[in-house]
């Protein structure tokens, strides 16, 4: 796992858990997407078979989530039977509808290697942009879908020998007969603009058929055909679907609410990967008499320290090795994610902001008020005292809930995040006009300023809570509070007179100066070793 899978994994997670704080029926679910050529070639790598790579990062992925406080209803797995049922269904009733055809193609063939050039076994330069790309998607450059067959100046990735043209049997689903039903559809579609707006430029440039079907043998196999697997991109999202199936199986709900009911889908992608979402799935789904996703919320790219990320190239930061091996934070790269900037413009990944968020705004903001405002009161009443809550005080909390549910609804999370630190910001204001140090601790007077401030930081950790989960409940447990889950609206509740305080310690800690530079230096080792190679 890297910080590209946290662009979309970690708003999900804050994206649901706020809508169960709304009282909403919500469920979650991803799952590992375990076909197609960067998984053998992985296993060619290694030295071991697809099956046993697949195992092992399923398991890896499984055990990080929690660690991030990220959690699926169910994470499923590609290879999973389920999957390969509901992947065949689906395509048997695309080819009884007459969505499937089939014909003979040319495409790149190794002649050193012996096999043909699907996908990552097979490099050259984008007929779009002009830029080396792989062989499905232009990385580099203008993030385009690449056809099989497409690339220009194609070579082996394996070998490096110079491609052969050579003759094969393909299928490819009718996009082409659904170009009225997709125009209409992404007229319709919520989530955000850069996932309508990329699809459409591709709808308007001239929708062709897409090839379905693989020539090599891990992955599911095309009815009827022992040489021809299905394309990774078909029956991955597919895996939603029985993803779902599998919580089902474990917990008796009932998945076809959600893929053939009233359920509403709601998709959170990287923005490489629209046009799959946007306008392959949507028709898979509707050819086969499904329910199509009402919602697709496609993020910025990723970016790390200015280039675009590239494990390949040495742009990328790992979560386990890089981060949490580290001793850092994991509530703090959750903050970092969300907060950093818009949902749909790039994230820039950088030690250099990190540090600057986590001691600025995690410590000396957001922090340096739930400590001192605690801690004031444990030193002189150990218990919350009594008070009312002032007009301005309970308005400032009501502003942000708001703040919240627009910044929902418009899939916008730094607008979240920052009605949080704002609220924090208030509370440092208020704790330094009001000097509460400066009276008797026995006058209503002092007694109201804390009771306002202890209210102020429940309804902090409540509003904060899907954003930094533990923090939140470990400002839970400082005050005394032992419920968890606590919906958004009980942020404005009244904070019991005589809860007892327990004795604070700070939530946050700072990153030295000393960290980041040995972190910034660990990433430009990778990149010069990547170059070098």
């Not at 910080?3 to 590992?32: E, M, N, W």
């Not at 689906?90 to 969505?99: A, E, H, S």
């Not at 199986?249 to 009233?262: A, I, Q, V």
Request: proline residues 5%; glycine residues 8%; hydrophobic residues 35%.
């Amino acid at each position: 796992m890297h910080i590209a899978h946290l662009r979309t994994y970690v708003p999900g997670d804050v994206f649901v858990r706020y809508l169960k704080k709304l009282g909403q029926d919500v469920v979650f679910f991803c799952g590992s997407d375990t076909h197609g050529t960067p998984v053998t070639v992985k296993a060619e790598e290694l030295g071991l078979t697809p099956k046993e790579v697949v195992e092992k990062y399923h398991e890896h992925f499984k055990t990080i989530f929690p660690l991030l406080g990220i959690e699926f209803d169910n994470y499923g797995s590609t290879d999973n039977p389920l999957n390969h049922n509901r992947t065949l269904e689906i395509t048997q009733r695309l080819l009884d509808n007459g969505y499937i055809y089939h014909k003979i193609i040319s495409l790149p063939f190794c002649p050193n290697c012996q096999r043909f050039l699907p996908d990552r076994y097979i490099t050259g330069t984008c007929p779009h942009c002009g830029t080396p790309a792989r062989g499905d998607e232009c990385d580099q450059g203008c993030k385009r879908y690449i056809e099989p067959g497409e690339l220009l100046e194609p070579r082996c990735s394996i070998c490096g020998t110079p491609a052969e043209m050579k003759e094969t049997k393909h299928y490819f689903l009718k996009l082409t007969e659904f170009k009225d039903y997709l125009s209409e559809y992404l007229d319709n579609l919520d989530g955000t603009d850069i996932a309508r707006n990329y699809s459409r430029q591709w709808l308007e440039s001239g929708l062709q058929d897409w090839n379905i079907t693989r020539s090599i043998d891990w992955g599911i196999k095309f009815p009827g055909e022992e040489d021809l697997v299905l394309y990774v991109w078909y029956d991955a999202p597919i895996g939603y679907i029985s993803s779902t199936e599998e919580w089902a199986e474990r917990t008796g709900g009932d998945w076809l609410h959600y893929w053939k009911g009233p359920g509403k889908l709601i998709h959170f992608i990287g923005g490489d990967i629209v046009y799959h979402h946007c306008l392959f799935w949507p028709v898979m789904l509707k050819g086969s008499g499904y329910s199509v996703p009402d919602a697709v919320v496609a993020s910025g790219m990723v970016k790390v320290e200015g280039h675009v990320f590239s494990k390949s190239r040495g742009y990328v930061v790992f979560v386990e090795e890089d981060y949490l091996a580290e001793g850092l934070d994991p509530e703090a790269l959750r903050y970092y994610v969300v907060s950093y900037t818009g949902h749909t413009r790039d994230l820039d990944f950088n030690w250099a902001s990190y540090g600057e968020k986590v001691n600025k705004e995690l410590v000396g903001t957001l922090g340096n008020f739930l400590y001192r405002s605690l801690l004031f009161a444990y030193r002189n009443y150990k218990a919350v005292p009594e008070g009312e809550v002032e007009e301005e005080v309970r308005r400032q909390v009501e502003t942000a809930i708001e703040t919240i549910r627009d910044g929902l609804d418009r899939y916008e999370f730094k607008k979240i995040t920052d009605s949080v630190l704002g609220l924090s910001s208030f509370g440092n204001r208020y704790l330094q006009a009001r000097e509460p140090w400066k009276l008797d601790k026995e006058t209503p007077g002092a007694r109201s300023i804390i009771h306002n401030v202890l209210w102020l930081s429940k309804a902090i950790a409540v509003l904060m809570e899907p954003i930094m989960p533990f923090k939140a409940q470990e400002t839970y447990r400082q005050l005394g509070i032992n419920k968890k889950d606590l919906l958004l609206d009980e942020a404005i509740s009244p904070l019991n007179v005589g809860l007892s305080i327990l004795k604070p310690e700070p939530i946050f800690s700072q990153v030295a100066e000393e960290k980041i530079q040995a972190l910034q230096e660990a990433v430009s080792n990778r990149i010069a070793e990547a170059e070098a190679n």
